[in-house]
C-alpha cells in the first residue's frame, strides 16, 4: 500500500482539525499521577483587555516548547492555563464603551457597573481562548483559572486578612502616585518616567520681620500654593542664622517657617529648597520629621483645590503657568532657565502622575523581602539569563512600601468593613455586626486590591490553596516561570516573597526571561506607530507553526528580536520543504513496516545516523539550558541540509538502482530518520509534525505524536570515519558544483571531472563514483594518481587532499569566456560606484532611514567581493588560455 500525502501543505485545513484531535483525545491533561515525575508551568495570565500581541505569541510559544518537550520525556506535565482580570486596564476599556453610549460609571451604580465588566470578561476572554487554540498551546483546559473567580478570590482574602493580623498590612495617609485620568493611586513600578525639557523657576520668597528674601527654584510652581516650609542645610552658613525664623509665601501671603534639615544639599541651586509634603515624596519626609502641615494644592482631578484662592479649579498646567506670570508682575521672579528632567506617567494612560497624601492600604515590605532576596542569593530560585539577578536584586533590596489599593471598582475589593462606632473589621468572612458594639450598619472598604497582589498568589491559589488539594501537593513548587524582563519586579518578585510567607517555599525553580518582539527596525511595535503585527494574521496566512518557529529562531534567552517579513517566508519554506521530504520518503514506503534499523549499513546511512544522534543530543542539551532558538536552528540545519539536500538525495541513487537489499536498508534508515525527525521538531513545529507522523506506518497502540516519546541516540552510531569520509565527499560535490557555475554550465549540460588524489582517499573515493557523478552534475569522474601529470586547460579546486580539475577544452571557448567575464566585471564596477558614491554622500546618510543604508552598505559589500572573485577566475582563465 502507497501511503501519499496531498502535493501541498496547506495549514488552513490541517491546524484546526489537529488541535481538535488533541482536545477530544483529552491528551493536555495532566494525570496528578503520585509518584510520577512533575514538571509545572502556570501561563503567565493574559488581561482580558483586548487581543493577545506578538509578545504573547512569542511567551506561549517559548512555554509550549518546554511543556511539548518535557511531555514526550514522560513527565506528568501541567501546563496550567489561565487570565487576569486586569482592574485599571479592563476598568478603562468598559468605562470607554460606556460613554460611547452616554453614560458613566457612576450612571450606572457599582453593581449594574460590575456585572458589565463581567460581560466584557466573557466576550474576551473567549477571544483570547481561540488565539490560543490557533497557536497550539497545550495547556490542560480542565484546569483553566481566572484571578476573580471564587478559588482565587478565596486565596487572596486568607492572605490579606492574614498579612493585616501579622501587622503587615496597615492603612494611613502616606505619599503615593496619583493618575488623575485613572482615577486610583498606583504602585511604583507603575510609573513610567521620562525625560522632558521644562524650565526652573527662580523665586523669592520674601522675610517675614526680617529684611530681603530666600530664593527657591522649582519646576512645578504649581505645587508652591501648598508649601508649608522652607528648608535649608543646618550647617550651611548662608543660612544658619534664619533656621527659626518665616518667610512669607508668595500670592498666598502666608507665612511659613525656615528650617534646617540635613537632606538638604547646599551645592544645588541657592542651598534653600521649598518644602510641600503633600506633593513630593522628599518633602513628605521631612515634614514627617518637623510635624509640618500637609496641605494639598492639587486635588484628585488634576485640578487646584478650592484652598487655593484664584487658582482654584485651574487644571494643574494653566495653574503652572498663571502662577509664573503673576509672580513676574510682583517682581519675584528672579530668574527662569532651561531644565530638563524626569517626570512620571501613567503606565497604562501615560497622564503625568501627580505625588499626593492620600489615605491608603499598604503592605510592609522589608520582612517580606528578606527572604526573597536570599533565596535568590542562594541560587534556590535560578534566573536564564544569569545577568537578571541583578534586576531581581535591585529592586528587592532597594523596596519601599507597597500601597495595593486602587479607587476603582472592577477587581478584589479590600476586606474592610467600618461601622459608625468607629470600629474597624478585617475578616475573612463578611461580618453580619460590629464586634465592639453590636451595630447591623457596616460599610465595606469601597476600594479594590492591586491587580498584582491576587496575580502574586498564581502559583498556588490556582492549585487550589488555602485547601491542601492533591494538586498543590503534587505539582508545586512549579518547575519554571517564563516570562518578560518587563515585568521582573510587577510580577515575578511578588511571587517569590508571597509564595515564601504563604507556602514556605520558592513557587518555581528557574525563570526563563525572553525579550519583547519588535518591529524590523528594532522599534517596540505600538499603535501610536501602527507597527504592530497580529499573531492571528501571519497564522491565517502561513500556518502557526511558521508563526512559531520565526519566534523561536530569532531569540535568544533575554533579548529583544526583530520581527521580518523575510523570517516569515523563510520558516513557511522550511515547513514545504518537510512537507515535501516527507512525501518523497512516504511514497518510498510501499507495504513497509517499521522493524528496526538494518545490520548492514552504508557509508551515507551511518554517517546520516552519526548526524542524528548528534542533534538529539545537542537538541536536548539545549532545551535544558533553554537555548530555544539554538535548539530550533539546530534542527532546522540538520533537516534542510544533512537530510534534505544530501541524504535523501542519496537515496534517490539507491532507490532507483536495481540492489533490492540496498534499498530495503535505505527505506528503513529513511524511515527511522524522518520518524525521528519528526519527534525533534513536534516541541517547535506541532501541527505538521503530527500530521505527517499520523501518515507514517507505526507500531499499534501509538495515538499520537504529542503523547510519544523524547528521541534519544541510537545505538553506537558515533562513526568519525563515515563522518569525514562524507564529509569529503559533500565538500567535493560542492566544489564541482562550483567549478561548473563559474562557467555558467547548468546541470543539465553534463562534463567530465577528474579528481587527483592519493591512492588510499581515492580507493573510497571510487566506491562512491555514481553519487559523485549524479549529484555533482558530471557524465564522468575520471581517477588520478597523486603522482601522475596533472591535467592542462581545466579549472582547478583543492578540497583537502583532493584535487578537482574541470577540463575546458570540450565545453568552453576560453577567449569567449575572459570576454563574457569583462562585460559581467563593467556592470558590476559600474554597480559598485553608484553605490560608493551614494555611501560618500552627506545628505543621503542624514536623510536616508537606517534600513535603507543598511541595505546599500550590503550591497556594496556583495558587488564587491563579486568583482574580486570575477578578477580571480579571469586572472586563472588567461594563464590558461596563455
Known sequence: MTINLPPVYEPQKVEDKIYQFWLDKDFFKASGEKGKRAFTIVIPPPNVTGSLHMGHALNNTIQDVLVRWRRMQGYDTLWLPGSDHAGIATQNKVEEHLASEGYSRHDLGREKFIERAWQWKEEYHSRILKQLYKLGVSCDWSRERFTLDEGCSKSVREVFVTLFEKGLIYRGNYMINWCPRCHTAISDIEVEHEEKPSTLTHIRYPGAGWDGFIVVATT????????????????????????????????????IPIIGDEYVDPAFGSGAVKITP????????????????????????????????????????????????????????????????????????????????????????????????????????????????????????????????????????????????????????????????????????????????????????????????????????????????????????????????????????????????????????????????????????????????????????????????????????????????????????????????PSSLTRHDRWILDRYNEVVSDTTELLEKYELGEAARGVYDFIWGDFCDWYIELSKVSLYGKEELTKESVKSVLYFVLEGILRLLHPFMPFISEEIWQHLPRKDGEDALLISSWPEPVGEMKNKQAREEMELIMQLIRAIRNLRSEVGLPPGKKSPVILRAPLAILSFLKEEQVFLERLAWVDKVYFMDHTEQKPRQALTALVEDVEVYLPLEEILDLPQEIARLEKELQGVEKDLAKTVSKLSNETFLEKAPADVIEKENNKKAEMSAKREKLLARMSELKSLNS
Open 220 to 255: 512645578r510652581t504649581e505645587t508652591m500654593l501648598g508649601d508649608t516650609a522652607v528648608a535649608v542645610h543646618p550647617e550651611d552658613p548662608r543660612y544658619k542664622g534664619l533656621i527659626g525664623k518665616k518667610v512669607i509665601l508668595p500670592l498666598m501671603n502666608r507665612e
Open 278 to 597: 503633600a506633593h513630593d515624596p522628599n518633602d513628605f519626609e521631612i515634614g514627617l520629621r518637623h510635624g509640618l502641615d500637609v496641605i494639598k494644592a492639587i486635588g484628585d482631578n488634576g485640578a487646584m483645590t478650592s484652598e487655593m484662592g484664584g487658582y482654584a479649579g485651574m487644571d494643574r498646567h494653566e495653574a503652572r503657568s498663571r502662577i509664573v506670570f503673576d509672580l513676574e508682575a510682583l517682581g519675584l521672579v528672579e530668574k527662569i532657565v532651561d531644565y530638563s528632567h524626569s517626570v512620571g506617567h501613567c503606565q497604562r494612560c501615560t497622564t503625568e502622575i501627580e505625588p499626593m497624601v492620600s489615605l491608603q492600604w499598604f503592605v510592609k515590605m522589608k520582612p517580606l523581602a528578606e527572604p526573597a532576596v536570599e533565596v535568590v542569593k542562594d541560587e534556590k530560585i535560578r534566573f536564564v539569563p544569569e545577568r537578571f539577578t541583578r534586576t531581581y536584586l535591585n529592586w528587592m533590596e532597594n523596596i519601599r512600601d507597597w500601597c495595593i489599593s486602587r479607587q476603582i471598582w472592577w477587581g478584589h475589593r479590600i476586606p474592610a468593613w467600618y461601622c459608625s462606632c468607629g470600629e474597624m473589621i478585617v475578616s475573612r468572612e463578611d461580618p453580619t455586626n460590629c464586634p465592639a458594639c453590636g451595630g447591623e450598619r457596616l460599610t465595606q472598604d469601597s476600594d479594590v486590591l492591586d491587580t498584582w497582589f491576587s496575580s502574586a498568589l498564581w502559583p498556588f491559589s490556582t492549585l487550589g490553596w488555602p485547601e491542601k488539594t492533591s494538586d498543590l501537593q503534587h505539582f508545586f513548587p512549579t518547575s519554571v516561570l517564563v516570562t518578560g524582563y518587563d515585568i521582573i519586579s510587577f510580577w515575578v518578585a511578588r511571587m517569590i516573597f508571597m509564595s515564601l510567607a504563604f507556602m514556605k517555599d520558592i513557587p518555581f525553580e528557574e525563570v526563563c526571561v525572553h525579550g519583547l518582539v519588535r518591529d524590523s527596525l528594532g522599534r517596540k511595535m505600538s499603535k501610536s506607530l501602527g507597527n504592530g503585527v497580529d499573531p492571528l494574521e501571519v497564522i491565517d496566512k502561513y500556518g502557526a507553526d511558521t508563526l512559531r518557529f520565526t519566534l523561536v529562531t530569532g531569540q535568544a534567552p533575554g533579548n529583544d528580536q526583530r520581527f521580518r517579513d523575510e523570517s516569515v517566508e523563510a520558516s513557511r519554506n522550511f515547513v514545504n520543504k518537510i512537507w515535501n521530504a516527507s512525501r518523497y520518503v512516504l511514497m518510498n514506503l510501499e507495504d513497509f513496516q517499521p522493524v528496526g534499523l
